[in-house]
């Protein structure tokens, strides 16, 4: 029972060019969204997160969109560069006693140079 | 910056080993976690500490014990360890304040079982 879905496994990309990763919740009770990049033989990285009261977020070249209704948020990386080739975890947390953060599977991203 | 050490990055032991991993903060983050990572299944958490002496079991706690004696560190125990536990397993360390609970990982620690 995923909580949180990323039904992608792998994109390619070609460098300059935007990537789109997508994920899907299904507890509506999750109140922050966050996105974690994770390179080979590292730990995850905290990139970007959106509390479930803000439809967007933006930090430079990295834009989350939360759609609350369809429970899907997703991360736009504009221009994507080949040092942003890594997997991107989307992770959920309901914001009460519990500090459970809830990942999903992942997604592979390939930038082309 | 925050660190979160993982002390060993590569183990190999055999079924029925007692496993130790061990994990470091620097920062006196209230919070600390552990995960493992497999493919296809993304971070599965086993086990949290919000205190000293405190733990809570997280999604996949069987198997597993952990210990946390001192607010920095934070330890997973595997009393017999079996090959379905040969996976990676990262620790994590957040702040015990309102807001995002962003987790700080370590480098994480590779860990298989023959």
């Known amino acids: 029972d995923q909580q949180v879905k990323q039904n992608s496994p792998s994109l390619s990309v070609q460098e300059g060019r935007i990537s789109i990763l997508n994920c899907d919740y299904t507890?509506?009770?999750?109140?922050?969204f966050l996105w974690y990049k994770k390179y080979p033989a590292e730990g995850p990285t905290f990139l970007i997160s959106?509390?479930?009261?803000?439809d967007k977020n933006e930090d430079g070249r990295f834009t989350v969109f939360l759609n609350k209704s369809a429970k899907h948020l997703s991360l736009h990386i504009v221009p994507s560069q080949p040092g942003d080739s890594a997997v991107y975890f989307c992770?959920?947390?309901?914001?009460?006693?519990?500090?459970?953060?809830?990942f999903g599977s992942g997604t592979r991203l390939l930038v082309r140079p | 910056d925050v660190k979160v050490t993982q002390s060993s990055r590569y183990l190999v032991k055999r079924t029925g080993e007692k496993v130790f991993l061990e994990c470091v903060q620097d920062m006196d983050h209230e919070n600390m976690f552990w995960y493992r990572q497999d493919p296809g299944l993304g971070l599965r958490l086993i086990y949290f500490?919000?205190?000293?002496?405190?733990?809570e079991k997280g999604d996949i706690p069987e198997g597993y014990s952990v210990s946390r004696e001192k607010k920095e560190r934070f330890s997973l125990i595997l009393e017999s360890a079996s090959t379905n536990q040969t996976s990676m397993y990262l620790c994590a360390s957040s702040t015990g304040s309102s807001g995002a609970n962003v987790l700080t990982f370590g480098a994480g620690s590779r860990l298989t079982v023959l």
């Open positions: 500490s919000y205190d000293v002496k405190m733990k």
């Open positions: 992770a959920a947390y309901v914001m009460d006693s519990s500090y459970k953060l809830i």
């Open positions: 507890n509506s009770m999750f109140d922050y």
């Open positions: 959106i509390s479930s009261i803000k």
